[in-house]
């Protein structure tokens, strides 16, 4: 199998407290991993580190062929390869993060223009194509505020499809919505994942989970509690750590 991304012994400490304790996790290429657990577990931040936008206080991120190791001075090399790192992976905010002056189309063209160097006239239908795929191209002269947090939120998917990423890691993508806008987004991710795409998904969305990962990670204070299969972990959970967490989420 073609690794996408390695994490070896990775640490994140924030003033004195330990957020992730040697995480260690391999993710496969056109694989749908799911990772989950109560709030303050250390999810959102390891999904962070794997990007760099929280520097880990120990360990080797590796995306694609890029690795970086942390604790080292940030030369020009090292910044290099973190942007290339960056590049390798689309990243979804529970937050939308679009640019309000722009509208979906820009916001969409933008990387490609600014960071890949593409000609405008290409970058555009691309953009068209990309906001096809996520049910907006009728919606693409419009600004964020036009839009519903659903549609924001297809926009930033879409926009991290622009960049063509190995992986795309999602940050609890649906917790910011009204629950009759969950499923058009989850329903996007459902459709990126039939087609190959490899995602990394921190969510409480549990029939998401269910219904999609291939692989589900379950954590706590900073460590990966368990790991395995959606049909393991949902009906046959080894830790009872898991099983109490799973018993809570049930009884919501």
């Given at each position: 199998?073609?690794?996408?991304?390695?994490?070896?012994?990775?640490?994140?400490?924030?003033?004195?407290?330990?957020?992730?304790?040697?995480?260690?996790?391999?993710?496969?290429?056109?694989?749908?991993?799911?990772?989950?657990?109560?709030?303050?577990?250390?999810?959102s931040t390891l999904l962070r580190?794997?990007?760099?936008?929280?520097?880990?206080?120990?360990?080797?991120?590796?995306?694609?062929?890029?690795?970086?190791?942390?604790?080292?001075?940030?030369?020009?090399?090292?910044?290099?390869?973190?942007?290339?790192?960056?590049?390798?992976?689309?990243?979804?905010?529970?937050?939308?993060?679009?640019?309000?002056?722009?509208?979906?189309?820009?916001?969409?063209?933008?990387?490609?223009?600014?960071?890949?160097?593409?000609?405008?006239?290409?970058?555009?239908?691309?953009?068209?194509?990309?906001?096809?795929?996520?049910?907006?191209?009728?919606?693409?002269?419009?600004?964020?505020?036009?839009?519903?947090?659903?549609?924001?939120?297809?926009?930033?998917?879409?926009?991290?499809?622009?960049?063509?990423?190995?992986?795309?890691?999602?940050?609890?993508?649906?917790?910011?919505?009204?629950?009759?806008?969950?499923?058009?987004?989850?329903?996007?991710?459902?459709?990126?994942?039939?087609?190959?795409?490899?995602?990394?998904?921190?969510?409480?969305?549990?029939?998401?989970?269910?219904?999609?990962?291939?692989?589900?990670?379950?954590?706590?204070?900073?460590?990966?509690?368990?790991e395995g299969s959606s049909k393991?972990?949902?009906?046959?959970?080894?830790?009872?750590?898991?099983?109490?967490?799973?018993?809570?989420?049930?009884?919501?």
């Amino acid at each position: 199998m073609e690794e996408v991304i390695k994490l070896q012994d990775i640490k994140k400490s924030f003033d004195q407290i330990t957020v992730l304790k040697d995480i260690n996790l391999t993710v496969n290429k056109r694989e749908v991993v799911v990772i989950m657990g109560p709030s303050g577990s250390g999810k959102s931040t390891l999904l962070r580190c794997m990007t760099f936008l929280e520097e880990p206080n120990g360990g080797i991120v590796k995306v694609g062929t890029k690795e970086v190791k942390s604790g080292l001075p940030l030369n020009k090399k090292r910044k290099t390869t973190i942007r290339e790192l960056r590049q390798n992976t689309g990243f979804v905010f529970q937050q939308f993060n679009l640019f309000p002056h722009k509208t979906a189309l820009e916001n969409v063209m933008e990387g490609p223009i600014v960071i890949k160097k593409m000609e405008r006239d290409k970058a555009k239908e691309k953009a068209i194509a990309l906001l096809t795929k996520v049910g907006l191209v009728d919606r693409m002269d419009h600004y964020p505020a036009k839009l519903s947090g659903g549609q924001q939120q297809r926009v930033a998917i879409a926009r991290a499809l622009s960049m063509e990423p190995m992986v795309m890691l999602y940050d609890e993508p649906t917790s910011a919505l009204d629950p009759e806008l969950v499923r058009e987004v989850l329903q996007v991710m459902k459709d990126l994942a039939k087609e190959g795409m490899t995602m990394i998904v921190v969510t409480h969305e549990m029939s998401f989970a269910r219904d999609v990962a291939d692989r589900i990670i379950f954590m706590d204070e900073g460590v990966i509690v368990e790991e395995g299969s959606s049909k393991q972990i949902f009906n046959n959970p080894r830790e009872e750590r898991t099983q109490r967490f799973l018993q809570d989420v049930n009884e919501q």
